[in-house]
T-cell receptor
Framework: ETGVTQSPTHLIKTRGQQVTLRCSSQ?????VSWYQQALGQGPQFIFQ???????GRGNFPPRFSGLQFPNYSSELNVNALELDDSALYLC???????????????FGAGSRLTVL | KQEVTQIPAALSVPEGENLVLNCSFT??????LQWFRQDPGKGLTSLLL?????REQTSGRLNASLDKSSGRSTLYIAASQPGDSATYLC????????????FGTGTRLTVIP
């Protein structure tokens, strides 16, 4: 039980459509990040939210956007879906740094998106 | 731009064998390095985290080492078991509090009973 839950687990969309993926973090985890993992690849950082504001973005176009809510949940929205958007989308959250300074992220199980 | 490489891409070993997975990174100015395990179609499970000031971390049958100056890390798995079969990913972070990890493409391990 990681404490980070994602929904839906699987979904199929067609090119040009829009999708919203959801993530629920552990209580107290005020930073959340989203990753895209294409088949056979490592995860790639999309963006990070802290206290409901985006404060870091990877090499992804603006049609990838997000929201973070006060109840530790967040969303990833992708507009104008393309075939290459087919991937596993992972949400990860982290609370306050521990006294040891460890920076351990907790990942959810992911949402697998297929774009046809 | 940080690039993380993992060798080999895939590895098959008989049960009970000790094995080493390799990870290299191009920018040595890292804050920490983390090893993850991923089962097919699943999320990531953190195995070990090494701070840049540390040389190694151990958890059970797992031992991870870090040579920051040469941009290398290894994950040693002792007495492998079929349940160790998974993809192992390494990732580096460049700053404290940052969630933007740079991942390698992983090593797919199969332990044959």
């Amino acid at each position: 039980e990681t404490g980070v839950t994602q929904s839906p687990t699987h979904l199929i969309k067609t090119r040009g459509q829009q999708v919203t993926l959801r993530c629920s973090s552990q209580s107290g985890h005020n930073t959340v990040s989203w990753y895209q993992q294409a088949l056979g690849q490592g995860p790639q950082f999309i963006f990070q939210y802290y206290r409901e504001e985006e404060n870091g973005r990877g090499n992804f176009p603006p049609r990838f956007s997000g929201l973070q809510f006060p109840n530790y949940s967040s969303e990833l929205n992708v507009n104008a879906l393309e075939l290459d958007d087919s991937a596993l989308y992972l949400c990860a959250s982290r609370g306050q740094l521990s006294t040891s300074g460890a920076n351990v992220l907790t990942f959810g199980a992911g949402s697998r998106l297929t774009v046809l | 731009k940080q690039e993380v490489t993992q060798i080999p891409a895939a590895l098959s070993v008989p049960e009970g064998e000790n094995l080493v997975l390799n990870c290299s990174f191009t920018d040595s100015a890292i804050y920490n390095l983390q090893w993850f395990r991923q089962d097919p179609g699943k999320g990531l499970t953190s195995l070990l985290l090494i701070q840049s000031s540390q040389r190694e971390q151990t958890s059970g049958r797992l031992n991870a080492s870090l040579d920051k100056s040469s941009g290398r890390s290894t994950l040693y798995i002792a007495a492998s078991q079929p349940g160790d079969s998974a993809t192992y990913l390494c990732a580096v972070s460049h700053q404290t509090g940052a969630n933007n990890l740079f991942f390698g493409t992983g090593t797919r391990l199969t332990v044959i009973p």
